[in-house]
């Protein structure tokens, strides 16, 4: 499956952006604390005869959920569809095991409730929920699950009910008449301020005498109140921000409080991606971009611009132009340029500049030159041209790989008879019993067979690699013919979102910017036909060259060079014993030059028949080698369309 290196490498921007984000906190990760946030969902569309459908809460909680982890750093939010009751009651007490003390969690339920004024008990009609059960005995009352909700390890816990008469849940507390930003506080004082107490809220669709419509008034302000986000600055929203956006519905008017538990003072609180944030400074000269009158040039005035060389300072200029040709270094004429950005000598300063790094990628080549001949292995050889493809020695590589190959490629040949009697002296012949058709369909057997793979209309990986103090996380969803959506988060924040739906695509970075994909990775894209793409080898155009056979991690194995029809060039390495793909390398170009981009494919696991690669180690476009660890592989789930939509 070429899909993994594909999708990998599309992320090795944001990777490599990453790792110059400063620990703890950046733009990307607001303050930091030991917990997590999670959020389930609880929704019925199909219920027992007597009870009207309610189709329209599949697609309310699949907005929402989106909303949370794509923007609030939510972990993944769990969706449950059609749950019985006694469905219900166990998912809740299995999530109260999992959650640890400094968690938030917020449970979220779309259904049918009822009301009985004798007894004044609430209740929430499961899948399960008989129409006229004369003693309740299939409907679960609140009375009931409150205890379920107290007994949770998570310090923080909302309770968000969407169904008729859930105001009869707990005791009502009055809206708030404006928002809850403290302006004495700063940002991250108004996060820890909130998980200094334990939280147990609710927040309900109306009041316990209230009907509320099939297509939830309430659901869609929630999400129109988490995308807009707080009214402060900081991307904070906490929970009397959110009542109070949600108090604007009139009718009906939704109702929230507290429950056994809460202690005053505590706010459930969603945070922002880009929750406490500094504010951008493109050059770095510490006056932001809204008032730096230069934001692109670093400076040391007030407002943002450089200082401008009046005729007493030229001798300062000169003097200082003279101490970096002196030292002839980078740094010296770094530091001339930082001192003097607009000086007299600046001009010669660049030269001077793309002249030591010019020496500096000269003697690189060099040195990785006399690496080739010492080793003088097609393979270091080869290495040399993927660095340095315009390279000082390419013509002396090709010649020495030829030779090599040609020389790995026969075979000794001694005494065979010859067809007049005779026996022929020891000569060389080339060996050319597997080729490159025969590899790939031995390795389609290997991972499951043809046919399995076609049957494979949805894959979803979600994956893990931790570098340089960081956590990055890596969720793919692919659905057949050739829609994709890649998400990747640093520190449970998403840095990068791009989406392909077959024709278009687009991505949007940290900032929830949006922008459309290039026609490079465009093309990219379009080259991706199908989940499995070796399946199409055949038929679709691709050029395949079996070149051989090379150790890789010690194991012999199959080098392939596949052209793709849109001229793409990768190479793929076949482990000889079990025909599983072990390497992939690509050489692509990047901002500075040809890119060569290598992932190993290790720890193969069956899930659903098919053999998947559950580590995937890439090296050469990320500033260090990273290891990618797969926690979950979902095949023919059913990922809706709507995760792959663009406006």
Not at 72 to 87: A, C, D, H, R, S
Request: aromatic share 10%; net charge negative; proline share 6%.
């Amino acid at each position: 499956m070429k899909t993994y290196h594909y999708t990998l490498l599309f992320f090795l921007l944001a990777i490599s952006f990453a790792f110059s984000l400063p620990v703890p906190r950046s733009e990307e990760n607001p303050p930091e604390r030991e917990g997590k946030d999670y959020a389930v969902f609880f929704y019925v569309t199909k219920f027992q005869p007597g009870w009207q459908g309610l189709p329209d809460t599949k697609t309310e909680v699949e907005a929402l959920s989106k909303e949370l982890r794509d923007n609030y750093g939510f972990i993944e939010p769990e969706l449950v569809p059609n749950p019985t009751k006694q469905q219900i009651y166990d998912k809740i007490a299995a999530w109260n095991e999992r959650l640890g003390p400094d968690d938030q969690v917020l449970f979220f339920f779309s259904m049918h409730g009822y009301y009985d004024p004798a007894s004044e008990l609430g209740y929430l009609i499961a899948a399960d929920g008989i129409s006229k059960d004369r003693y309740y005995k299939t409907w679960l009352d609140y009375n009931s699950l409150r205890p379920y909700f107290a007994q949770c390890k998570a310090k923080h816990v909302l309770v968000a009910l969407d169904a008729c008469y859930s105001g009869s849940f707990g005791n009502i507390e009055k809206s708030p008449d404006y928002p809850a930003y403290d302006e004495d506080l700063d940002c991250e004082s108004q996060i820890a301020t909130s998980f200094d107490y334990r939280v147990r809220q609710y927040v309900c669709a109306g009041s316990r005498e209230a009907k509320t419509p099939g297509k939830s008034l309430f659901a869609a302000k929630m999400l129109e109140t988490l995308r807009r986000g707080a009214t402060n600055a900081d991307g904070i929203l906490r929970f009397e921000d959110l009542t109070y956006a949600l108090g604007k519905i009139r009718t009906p008017e939704p109702v929230h409080g507290a429950f056994s538990g809460h202690e005053p003072g505590g706010q459930f609180v969603f945070v922002h991606k880009n929750a406490c944030a500094p504010k951008p400074d493109r050059d770095g000269d510490d006056v932001p971009d809204g008032v730096d009158k230069c934001p692109d040039t670093w400076g040391s005035r007030a407002d943002g611009c450089p200082q401008e060389i009046r005729a007493d300072n030229t001798a300062l200029d000169l003097q200082a132009w003279k101490n970096a040709r002196q030292l002839n270094t980078e740094p010296a004429y770094r530091d001339y340029l930082r001192q003097f950005p607009n000086g007299e000598f600046k001009d010669a300063a660049n030269v001077a500049l793309r002249r030591i790094e010019g020496e500096a990628i000269r003697r690189r080549e060099d040195i990785a030159w006399e690496v080739a001949l010492e080793k003088n292995t097609p393979a270091t050889y080869k290495k040399y041209l993927a660095d340095y493809p315009a390279g000082l020695y390419r013509d002396e590589a090709d010649t020495k790989i030829k030779a090599l190959e040609l020389a790995d490629n026969r075979e000794v040949v001694r005494n065979k008879p010859t067809q007049n009697g005779g026996i022929e002296n020891n000569s060389e012949k080339p060996v050319s019993s597997v080729t490159a058709p025969v590899v790939i369909e031995n390795y389609l057997k290997a991972i499951g067979g043809k046919e399995a793979l076609k049957r494979v209309n949805d894959m979803k990986m979600s994956m893990t690699a931790s570098a340089e103090g960081q956590i990055f996380d890596l969720v793919i969803q692919r659905k057949m013919p050739n829609k994709v959506v890649m998400t990747m988060l640093v520190s449970g924040f998403v840095l990068s979102q791009t989406k392909f739906d077959g024709e278009k695509g687009v991505v949007m970075d940290m900032n929830g910017e949006v922008q459309a994909l290039n026609e490079v990775s465009l093309k990219t894209f379009k080259e991706q036909s199908g989940i499995f793409e070796e399946i199409e080898y055949a038929t679709n155009g691709t050029k395949l060259q079996l070149k051989g056979v090379e150790k890789v991690e010690g194991r012999d194995a199959y080098k392939l060079e596949i052209t793709t029809p849109f001229g793409t060039k990768i190479t793929d390495f076949f482990d000889k014993a079990t025909w599983l793909k072990i390497r992939s390398v690509e050489i692509e170009q990047g901002d500075e030059g040809p890119v060569t981009s290598t992932t190993d494919y290790e720890d193969y696991r069956t899930v659903s028949g098919i053999k998947v690669p559950y580590t995937m180690k890439m090296s050469g476009s990320t500033p260090i080698p990273m290891a990618f660890k797969v926690q979950l592989v979902d095949i023919n789930k059913g990922i809706p369309n709507s995760e792959f939509y663009i406006d």
